[in-house]
């Protein structure tokens, strides 16, 4: 078991939330609006970030985005007239929720000129960030807040530091869509949700699955040394003109930089893919607070009546 050090400060105090990339599996839904703001039964995607990253004790949070920049900080900003406005319809469900997003972290924003890949979005982040450790959380990728991963992996990168990965074993036919990781066992697990904690010995994005080191796949989950920035800076664009983070990872790690991985095994929703989006929405529905078992019932007689 992992020793959390919950009583004492981190020094990864960060969050990046890249989300400037052009959603190009979601559209025509992701034309004008960024996919991180689709809402996952009843709020954008992006907030359930947010409130993952404040609830590890990252509440500075800085959105690296592209088009539809305001939309993304509208939505984490006070909205006086709607508050009023619920005030005095004493609509104060609503005006609670309204106000939550805007508390939830300090966020600050900067801007990807172009979208060359996720490794060039991190990068933007480099004069916010400084020389500190940070998380990086990507937009579309959530964590069931029943299933944290990342005070794990804080811990783990405050033991060892370098960097700090989330792992997903994936079926075969998964594995050309993610980085890849090679790892050697080091006799310790996280608890509950969480599997092995492993140190990385090799990575490779988008591999073959012939090629494939394992089936581990690095999720969107990072916590990495202000290192990586220079090494970012070194990395030439690979596939599709973009520049890979795991690519700078691992020229970190051939240099020397310790990477160590924790093994996800708890609830975890993509919604990049329309699919993928569309389960999330199912998962999160029936378990949700107010619509929960209004939406089961319905659910289940549907299955019942009409797909059975
Ligand atoms: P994805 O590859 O999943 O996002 O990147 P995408 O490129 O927007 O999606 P598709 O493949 O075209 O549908 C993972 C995360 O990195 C961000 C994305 O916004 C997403 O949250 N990203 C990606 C950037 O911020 N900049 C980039 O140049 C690329």
């Known amino acids: 078991m992992v020793e959390t050090s919950a009583a004492k400060p981190r020094t990864t105090r960060k969050a990046v939330i890249p989300a400037a990339g052009l959603g190009t599996r979601f559209l025509p839904a ?15 995607a992006l907030e359930y970030i947010v409130e993952e ?13 592209g088009r539809g920049k305001s939309a993304m900080v509208d939505h984490f900003d006070r909205r006086p007239d709607l508050e009023k406005s619920l005030e005095e319809k004493g609509k104060t469900a609503e005006l609670n929720a309204v106000r939550r997003s805007s508390e939830i972290a300090s966020i600050n924003t900067c801007r990807q000129g172009e979208p060359k890949g996720l490794g060039h979005a991190v990068l933007c982040a480099a004069s916010h960030v400084g020389d500190e450790p940070f998380a990086v959380m990507l937009g579309d990728d959530l964590i069931d807040a029943r299933d944290p991963i990342l005070p794990t992996m804080l811990d783990v990168q405050e033991e060892h530091g370098g960097i700090v990965l989330a792992l997903l074993e994936v079926p075969r036919e998964h594995i050309k869509r993610y980085g890849i990781v090679a790892v050697e066992n080091t006799g310790r697990t996280g608890e509950g949700h969480l599997g092995d904690i492993v140190r990385v010995t090799d990575m490779v994005e988008k591999p073959d699955p012939d090629e494939a080191p394992s089936n581990l796949a690095i999720i969107g989950r990072y916590v990495l040394p202000a290192e990586i920035f220079e090494a970012i800076r070194n990395t030439k664009p690979g596939a599709g003109g973009e520049i890979q983070l795991t690519d700078a990872m691992a020229d970190l790690l051939k240099a020397g930089t310790p990477v160590h991985g924790v093994v996800f095994k708890g609830r975890r929703y993509d919604t990049g893919a329309k699919i993928d989006y569309l389960k999330a929405t199912v998962l999160l529905g029936v378990d949700h607070e107010e619509l929960g078992s209004e939406f089961r019932e319905w659910l289940t007689d549907y299955v019942k009546t009409s797909l059975a």
Request: hydrophobic share 50%.
């Open 30 to 44: 992701t034309k004008a609006v960024p996919k991180e703001l689709l809402p996952v039964v009843d709020k954008p």
């Open 53 to 65: 990253s404040a609830a590890a004790g990252l509440d500075d949070v800085l959105l690296v985005t």
